[in-house]
C-alpha cells in the first residue's frame, strides 16, 4: 500500500504549463515540462498554470455563439466601450488585450490575484479610461492608435507589476 501511495506522485507537466509545488499549501519549486514527481499527497501537491500561452481578453464587444445559424457573431458592449475624452466628448473604444503569465511570475500569477482574467480586464478598461480622458478627440479619430495602445499597455503593465500579479502584457490592439 506505500508503494502505490508512494507512485501516485508522478505527473506530467504539459509543453504549454509550468508545474508549481507546493509543500503543505507553501510554494517550494517550479517544475519543467515533462514527467516529474512530487511527494505524494498530503504532503505536496502541484497546479498547472497554462504559464506559456497567450490569452485575449475583448473589452467593448463580445462573441456570440448563434446556434440557430452555425455562426459566431460579435455584440456591442457599450458599458465597456463608451468613454469620455479630455474635451468632453464621448468616443466608443472596443479593444483586445494579448497577455501571458511571466516566466518569472507564475509563483505571482497563481497566490497573489485571484481571478486573473477579470483582473487583467478590469485593469485594461481602467488604463484605457485614463489614456481616452487625458486625450483630445481630434486625434483619437485621426490616428493616435499607437500612442493610445502604446499608452495603455504602459499604464496595464505598471499597474499589474504593483498589484504583483506575474502577468505580462504583450499587445493592446
Known amino acids: 500500500a506505500v508503494v502505490v501511495w508512494g507512485l ?3 505527473y506530467r507537466v504539459q509543453s504549454e504549463e509550468k508545474g508549481i509545488v507546493q509543500r503543505f499549501g507553501k510554494y517550494v519549486r517550479d517544475a519543467d515540462p515533462g514527467l516529474n514527481y512530487h511527494l505524494p499527497w498530503p504532503i505536496e501537491s502541484v497546479q498547472l498554470p497554462k504559464a506559456l500561452r497567450v490569452s485575449t481578453i475583448t473589452i467593448g464587444m ?3 455563439d448563434d446556434a440557430s445559424r452555425r455562426n459566431r457573431t460579435m455584440r456591442d458592449v457599450p458599458e465597456e466601450s463608451l468613454m469620455l ?3 468632453e466628448n464621448i468616443v466608443d473604444v472596443d479593444f483586445t488585450v494579448l ?4 516566466p518569472d511570475g507564475v ?3 497563481l ?4 481571478n486573473p482574467e477579470g483582473t487583467v480586464k478590469a485593469v485594461a478598461e481602467s488604463a484605457m479610461r485614463e489614456v481616452i480622458g487625458r486625450s ?3 486625434p483619437i479619430l485621426t490616428g493616435a492608435r499607437n500612442t493610445i495602445e502604446q499608452g495603455v499597455q504602459e499604464l496595464m503593465q505598471k499597474t499589474l ?3 504583483g500579479s506575474g502577468v505580462m502584457i504583450t499587445q493592446v490592439q
Open 107 to 109: 509563483g505571482n500569477f
Open 99 to 102: 497577455w501571458r503569465i511571466k
Open 8 to 10: 501516485t506522485g508522478f
Open 85 to 87: 475624452t479630455g474635451d
Open 62 to 64: 463580445t462573441l456570440i
Open 161 to 163: 507589476d504593483s498589484y
Open 111 to 114: 497566490f497573489n490575484i485571484q
Open 136 to 138: 483630445q478627440i481630434q
